[in-house]
């Protein structure tokens, strides 16, 4: 059943923390080898044996979904007057274990740049989702894992934590107009293309339409690791460079 359940949650883009007891000593609640899922909303399934040291374990699960790595715990359930989170006697020791949905990108713009990343993101093995309002582009485009010529809505629905943005389009305005909907996820790196002008324009148009400079301290811009890329591939690779550096 845990083995099901972490299949599901990582199928279905969920983050999870399977929190295993480790060791015990003396009197405990649960015994090693008892197992619980505790997903990025606190919630579980099953339990280690509750009350407060449950509690601290479903804290640290979250907190170890926002790192994405795994931790060692140990708990003596004495006196909880000194801050102990139980009176059973005994000693419990976990171990939780992240289960993270792969990292995917969203490319928005599919010019020659745009092609060149989702080229080397297939070969990285990293899904590509493409947007852009050109059909012809589309069509010409190969190796994607989605191609989405909808509303930029649509493309944000499928955006999570484990997905990393970069905006490749062709001037200001589809900027100006796209990245306050890619604002509103929660993408842990949105990557602008262009250079320090365009982006200043930018900048000014999407601070008359009400974005926040806090907003703006989340772009980053231009994107990519600077290597002194010029050609669409050079790019590319300057692009991913940052993701796989950057994307937890």
Not at 23 to 37: F, I
Not at 55 to 74: F, N, Q, Y
Not at 225 to 242: D, F, T, Y
Request: aromatic residues 2%.
């Amino acid at each position: 059943m845990i083995v099901q359940v972490l299949a599901d949650a990582v199928a279905a883009r969920r983050r999870v923390v399977l929190a295993t007891i480790t060791a015990t000593d003396r009197s405990v609640p649960r015994r090693p080898g008892t197992k619980m899922p505790v997903f990025a909303d606190g919630s579980t399934i099953g339990t280690i044996g509750g009350g407060e040291m449950e509690a601290r374990v479903r804290r640290e699960a979250v907190d170890a979904l926002a790192s994405g790595r795994p931790r060692t715990l140990s708990y003596t359930l004495l006196d909880p007057a000194t801050g102990d989170p139980g009176v059973c006697g005994g000693e419990v020791h976990l171990f939780l274990e992240p289960y993270m949905p792969p990292k995917q990108l969203l490319v928005v713009g599919a010019g020659h740049v745009g092609q060149a990343v989702v080229e080397l993101g297939r070969w990285l093995e990293l899904p590509c989702l493409v947007w852009d309002d050109r059909r012809e582009q589309l069509e010409s485009l190969t190796g994607a894992e989605r191609l989405l010529g909808g509303s930029i809505e649509e493309a944000a629905d499928l955006v999570d934590s484990r997905t990393a943005i970069v905006l490749l389009t062709r001037n200001v305005g589809l900027d100006v107009s796209l990245l306050p909907t890619l604002l509103a996820t929660d993408a842990p790196l949105i990557g602008v293309m262009g250079s320090s002008r365009r982006w200043q324009t930018t900048i000014e148009l999407l601070r008359q339409g009400g974005v926040t400079d806090a907003q703006l301290e989340r772009i980053r811009t231009p994107v990519g690791i600077e290597i002194g890329a010029e050609s669409p591939k050079e790019i590319a690779i300057s692009v991913l460079a940052q993701i796989i550096a950057e994307l937890p």
